[in-house]
């Protein structure tokens, strides 16, 4: 028989692994306990979404539609897409879930994968967590600087204490259409430096050349004209008003002219937060003001602004600074069983500790009893009970407290309500 062709995960895709789910878990529920504190209210929508949603949303000329998207037709010949990024879909389901009838601001947030065909290297996969709040219906400078405060406020919980906000605006329609003009004149004496995808966009979506990774074009970028410069009085404003909101609570920032963000649908505010893992700088996520984004896809006008994190690059932060997830221990007891004919027993008692709540691991046929507290040691139990001939024949059930070494002979059925009492 020929021998099988080893499976391979999907280049680009990852596993987590055991090891790693403690810090995994730590940074998520650390976020989502933060957003609930805030008042933000869980959704979660579709990993696959009619891809329109994305072309339409994200807009055609960015890296993600263009290059990134995983898209495909489904049996029944529609064009679908594994999500890129949360906030459209989460915009599809406001506008699809008459959410716009609810008091306003509606507050959201979800946690999960999403997929980009990207170059996969450290901290970038094409399967991705993200962690994603949104506001809807808040205009108000103070939302842009509410969500800011809910990133920097998790960054500190967690103890990354050197992550940069870089901010900017990009203005309103009315902004930014001044400013396409005057950025195009100036890239267009520039056509023969700039890389050849960039030339492109300086005819299709100038503002996207701002965002080129190039660094032919980083060149010509030096003395490009300056965004905010050309806002008008109630972007200038409302910019002013979200650096004064970030001042009054001590929130540090560098403003950054040429951050524009990747995605078409942003307006007035965006930011980004930078890391310094191994002396480089990368960026661990970020976010702006989305207020054409629902009127585009079919709502009414509503205002929105959101932020959005990657798990995967938060985790190098944390790596980078030796920074390691608080110890929790789920298994508290563990009932080691000597003999066979103790199997049945040492599976009633585990299944009546865990009924009652108690994390336990159960070791049927698990071999000595030293070699059993030895495990239920790096376990990290807290005490172990153990169930021999003898104790079965009695009726009884030794329980041995690791942390002392002393152990006590209790009645069978007796010994889960002793248990919880110490534990409690």
């Known amino acids: 028989m020929a021998k099988q062709e080893k499976i391979q995960s999907v280049r680009g895709m990852y596993d987590v692994l055991p090891a790693r789910q403690p810090m995994f878990k ?48 489904d049996r029944s010949s529609k064009l679908i897409a594994l999500r890129p990024e949360p906030t459209a879909g989460i915009v599809r389901a ?147 008003a979200v650096q004064q909101y970030l001042d009054s609570v001590g929130i540090k920032y560098v403003q950054n002219p040429l951050l524009v963000r990747g995605l078409d649908y942003y307006t007035d505010t965006v930011f980004e937060f930078v890391g310094k893992r191994e002396g480089q700088q990368s960026s661990v ?26 798990v995967e690059r938060i985790l190098l932060e944390l790596e980078a600074a030796g920074i390691e997830a608080p110890k929790e221990n789920a298994i508290e007891v563990y009932v080691a069983g000597i003999g066979e004919a103790t199997n049945r027993a040492v599976f009633k008692l585990t299944e009546d500790l865990l009924v009652a709540g108690i994390g336990t691991v159960g070791g049927i046929d698990k071999g000595s009893v030293g070699n059993q507290i030895g495990k239920a040691d790096k376990l990290g139990a807290k005490y172990v009970l153990i169930v021999g001939e003898k104790e079965l024949a009695d009726g009884n059930v030794t329980v041995r407290n690791m942390s002392t070494g002393e152990q006590k002979s209790f009645v069978a059925d007796k010994v889960v309500d002793y248990i919880q009492r110490e534990l409690a």
């Open 94 to 240: 406001y506008i699809e879930n008459g959410m716009a009838s609810l008091p306003q601001p509606v507050k959201l947030t979800t946690v999960g994968p999403m997929f980009r065909y990207d170059r996969p290297q450290a901290g970038r996969h094409r399967q991705f967590w993200q962690l994603d709040v949104e506001i809807f219906g808040d205009a108000s400078p103070a939302a842009d600087a509410q969500v800011i405060a809910l990133a920097n406020r998790f960054f500190n919980e967690i103890g990354l204490k050197d992550i940069e906000l870089s901010l900017n605006s990009i203005g309103d329609l009315e902004s930014r259409q001044n400013y396409r003009i005057a950025l195009a004149e100036y890239l267009e004496k520039y056509l023969d430096s700039l890389d050849d995808l960039d030339k492109e966009r300086v005819i299709t979506n100038p503002m996207r050349v701002l965002d080129s990774k190039s660094s032919k074009t980083a060149e010509v970028l030096k003395n490009v004209p300056i965004i905010t410069d050309y806002l008008n009085d109630r972007s200038k404003t409302h910019y002013q």
């Open 285 to 310: 996520g970020g976010g702006g003001r989305y207020d054409g984004l629902v009127e585009l896809l079919g709502g009414v006008p509503t205002p929105g602004v959101g932020l959005g994190l990657g």
């Open 26 to 73: 730590y940074v998520i529920e650390t976020f989502r306990k933060l957003a609930d504190q805030a008042g933000y209210q869980s959704i979660e929508t579709p990993l696959v979404e009619d891809a329109n949603l994305f072309v339409r949303g994200v807009g055609t000329g960015t890296d993600v539609v263009d290059k990134e998207i995983y898209a495909f037709e």
